[in-house]
């Protein structure tokens, strides 16, 4: 069956010892690259770029399958099934009928099957089939101002400092005498 993942790493490469989010390694694929895409796209946001890449992958049609009837992957539910087939020494979970979307800023409703991949050396012909590339997000640096808090804050300040200024010089004035 293909499958697909979207990630923002450009040089994407499977590896057995990087974790996921659950504290151990496994890959998660959407049979709709629409999802694959937004995931993409989302992972790139969070790095502050603008491009992302789909891979498609060839699983296995055989696998452990569970229906979760249209319900979102959001859900104590849907970590538990991921952690429970992982100690049950699953290798390929396929989740069918999901409602997935990779976060609230980037919410679709996206009904999906979604494959947890436990054993990588199942993954067959990962290929790069689709990417986006932009230039990266212009991450400014605020640099200091001398009006940063704005016209009324600056003038009020500005009023308050002539106002010491000139009661220092006049007690100056008067200590000079």
Known sequence: MKAYHGTNITDFKISKTKNSRYGFPVLFFATDISLAKLYGEYHASKAYLKGFKVFEAELPTHCNTVDFKNKNSYCAEFNNLIVNSKKQN???????????S???EFFKLNNSDI???FDFDLINELKQVYEYKSEPYNIAIPQPS????????TEKREEVLNQRFSTELKQQKLFQK
């Open 90 to 100: 699953v290798k390929i979970l396929k989740i069918v009928n999901v409602i997935d």
């Open 102 to 104: 990779p976060s609230k």
């Open 115 to 117: 494959i947890a991949v």
């Open 146 to 153: 001398l009006n940063i808090f704005g016209k009324e804050v």
